[in-house]
């Protein structure tokens, strides 16, 4: 329970002199000074604003039993909020609200091991201790040219890799990005507010359209940015896992959510009937300590990729047991004897016992005492056994799931509507906080 003591204004000295009030105003002053000695005895935390550095000054006289005096002449105005001791939020009550994380991937190629080992796979640790809502991002898939006729059922098969490597939906939401409309209308509300200037030095737009060239290159590829940010803020996410090669998209998301915190968050949104604060919560980096980034089976400084020309570069998720073997055996290694973590000169070798150490539940000192003497013949091998291994059953998950259209359907449409009673909070306040006439 708060008590706010705005109007009549409470003056507690001016000039370091009290008042001399009434008998009636003393006898209202000691019950009021009464009240607060008993709250803050209680619970003594106490925060004031709006006080002059003289009054704050003279705040401490309060213990010499000087009394408050409402109505003062030339009185300071003092809103003070007092935490009452009832009722209590136990510790425990406090942490059982669990924060908020969002994520997903585009269905455009195959899920590759750089998609599962760098993000689906942790997800599914994440979704025990957070709330999670994972989906499919489609409306991504569209910024570079695509195959039409592919992008429903990659849609659905990238739905259906979610659950078959384990995101749980009793514990998850899962859905798919264009199915909940909402992401689209507050990426055209956060575009009237993100500066041009933040979108040109976006480093991933720089480098895609440099390679598509001006023709192949939409408006889409410039502002994905927006809509990467919609997707957080959209949901109040406290977190967002992400790479090291996102970082700077969610850096953007930040400050944006900043930027329209300022503009129209707080007493302005108030003023036009809102709750008034901040309109979006401004979302950190979850960056998991291994696997973040995978690097290409041919390039070990070039992240692995799903729009890599050669499919020898990464292993697809739903690669045969054959496909696996080939790739691996093909993959580009180095001469230097025994095999390490963290060489700079030998990027490959750190990626191969990276992937190796995860999908195996080793630690790096285990695996790092495990394969300092072997060959590269030797650990190819082990490696390739382990992933076939890991993969098998993801892939006769998978194979179940897409035999029941129905239940993959089910789970799509109750996982937009759950999140589309959290987007619809946020977007609602939105308008409203931008000044919108009331649907």
């Known amino acids: 329970m708060f008590f706010i003591y705005g109007e009549p204004s409470v003056s507690y000295l001016e000039n370091e002199q009290v008042?001399?009030?009434?008998?009636?105003?003393?006898?209202?002053?000691?019950?009021?000074?009464?009240?607060?000695?008993?709250?803050?005895?209680?619970?003594?935390?106490?925060?004031?604003?709006?006080?002059?550095?003289?009054?704050?000054?003279?705040?401490?006289?309060?213990?010499?039993?000087?009394?408050?005096?409402?109505?003062?002449?030339?009185?300071?105005?003092?809103?003070?909020?007092?935490?009452?001791?009832?009722?209590?939020?136990?510790?425990?009550?406090?942490?059982?609200?669990?924060?908020?994380?969002?994520?997903?991937?585009?269905?455009?190629?195959?899920?590759?091991?750089?998609?599962?080992?760098?993000?689906?796979?942790?997800?599914?640790?994440?979704?025990?201790?957070?709330?999670?809502?994972?989906?499919?991002?489609?409306?991504?898939?569209?910024?570079?040219?695509?195959?039409?006729?592919?992008?429903?059922?990659?849609?659905?098969?990238?739905?259906?890799?979610?659950?078959?490597?384990?995101?749980?939906?009793?514990?998850?939401?899962?859905?798919?990005?264009?199915?909940?409309?909402?992401?689209?209308?507050?990426?055209?509300?956060?575009?009237?507010?993100?500066?041009?200037?933040?979108?040109?030095?976006?480093?991933?737009?720089?480098?895609?359209?440099?390679?598509?060239?001006?023709?192949?290159?939409?408006?889409?590829?410039?502002?994905?940015?927006?809509?990467?940010?919609?997707?957080?803020?959209?949901?109040?996410?406290?977190?967002?896992?992400?790479?090291?090669?996102?970082?700077?998209?969610?850096?953007?998301?930040?400050e944006l959510a900043e930027r329209v915190n300022h503009l129209y968050g707080g007493r302005k949104w108030k003023k036009l009937g809102g709750r008034g604060g901040l309109i979006f919560k401004v979302p950190e980096p979850l960056i998991p300590p291994a696997g973040a980034r995978v690097m290409s089976l041919t390039d070990g400084l070039s992240k692995m990729s799903k729009s890599a020309i050669s499919d020898q570069s990464r292993i697809n998720l739903l690669d045969s047991k054959d496909a696996i073997a080939n790739k691996i055996k093909r993959c580009k290694t180095d001469s230097f004897p025994g095999l390490e973590f963290d060489n700079a000169d030998r990027p490959e070798c750190n990626n191969l016992l990276s992937v190796y150490q995860i999908i195996t539940n080793k630690t790096k000192e285990e695996v790092a005492h495990e394969c300092q003497d072997m060959n590269w013949g030797v650990f190819k091998t082990v490696l390739t056994d382990a992933l076939i291994d890991h993969l098998h059953p993801i892939q006769t998950r998978y194979e179940e799931i897409m035999s029941d259209t129905g239940y993959l359907d089910q789970v799509l449409a109750e996982g937009a509507s759950k999140a589309s009673d959290i987007a619809d909070v946020t977007l609602s306040n939105v308008y409203q906080a931008m000044g919108f006439l009331k649907r």
């Open 19 to 254: 008042f001399e009030p009434t008998k009636k105003k003393k006898k209202m002053g000691r019950s009021l000074l009464s009240q607060f000695l008993n709250l803050s005895n209680a619970c003594p935390r106490f925060t004031s604003c709006g006080i002059s550095s003289k009054s704050q000054r003279a705040l401490p006289m309060i213990h010499r039993n000087l009394l408050p005096v409402v109505g003062g002449v030339n009185s300071h105005r003092c809103y003070c909020s007092l935490s009452s001791p009832e009722p209590t939020v136990s510790e425990s009550s406090s942490t059982s609200i669990k924060k908020r994380i969002v994520s997903g991937v585009q269905p455009t190629g195959s899920i590759h091991l750089g998609n599962y080992l760098g993000a689906i796979k942790n997800w599914v640790s994440l979704q025990d201790k957070y709330e999670t809502l994972f989906f499919i991002v489609d409306l991504h898939a569209i910024t570079l040219p695509y195959d039409v006729q592919q992008l429903s059922k990659a849609t659905r098969d990238t739905a259906a890799l979610y659950l078959a490597c384990g995101v749980d939906t009793s514990k998850a939401s899962v859905f798919v990005q264009s199915h909940v409309r909402a992401h689209v209308e507050l990426m055209w509300l956060l575009s009237s507010a993100t500066p041009i200037g933040w979108l040109n030095r976006m480093i991933q737009f720089k480098e895609k359209s440099r390679k598509a060239g001006d023709e192949n290159v939409g408006v889409g590829l410039l502002t994905y940015p927006v809509l990467m940010a919609s997707d957080i803020l959209l949901y109040q996410s406290d977190l967002v896992p992400v790479g090291e090669d996102q970082k700077q998209h969610l850096e953007l998301t930040r």
